[in-house]
């Protein structure tokens, strides 16, 4: 369902190289097991991949972080919710500036 391209993740991560491919692959398989395990089915929408994408991270980098850690936590809770109902505002929206809102 979740289309996760590597090298979007690596990019964020800010990792160059194909060595560690197979470990990141193993940590974007836990991820989505993590995000499962917390109530989270997996989706197709932006904030799913985010949540993976900040999973990964704080799996990538052992040193932890607080800010990631509540991020992730927000994350899940509004994926638990689901989607908003009103529309919301789609990533590509964003990208091209057609937010509706003026911006």
Not at 3 to 17: A, F, Q
Not at 23 to 42: I, M, N, R, T
Not at 61 to 71: P, V, Y
């Given at each position: 369902?979740?289309?996760?391209?590597?090298?979007?993740?690596?990019?964020?991560?800010?990792?160059?190289?194909?060595?560690?491919?197979?470990?990141?692959?193993?940590?974007?398989?836990?991820?989505?097991?993590?995000?499962?395990?917390?109530?989270?089915?997996?989706?197709?929408?932006?904030?799913?991949?985010?949540?993976?994408?900040?999973?990964?991270?704080?799996?990538?980098d052992r040193?932890?972080?607080?800010?990631?850690?509540?991020?992730?936590?927000?994350?899940?809770?509004?994926?638990?919710?689901?989607?908003?109902?009103?529309?919301?505002?789609?990533?590509?929206?964003?990208?091209?500036?057609?937010?509706?809102?003026?911006?």
């Amino acid at each position: 369902m979740l289309s996760m391209n590597l090298d979007e993740l690596k990019t964020y991560l800010r990792v160059d190289g194909s060595e560690n491919d197979g470990f990141l692959a193993l940590l974007v398989h836990s991820a989505k097991e993590y995000l499962k395990d917390a109530g989270v089915p997996e989706s197709s929408s932006a904030r799913y991949k985010l949540a993976v994408m900040i999973q990964v991270a704080l799996n990538y980098d052992r040193d932890g972080n607080a800010a990631l850690e509540k991020s992730l936590e927000s994350l899940i809770t509004q994926l638990r919710v689901g989607e908003p109902k009103h529309g919301g505002i789609k990533p590509e929206d964003l990208l091209e500036g057609t937010c509706g809102d003026g911006i």
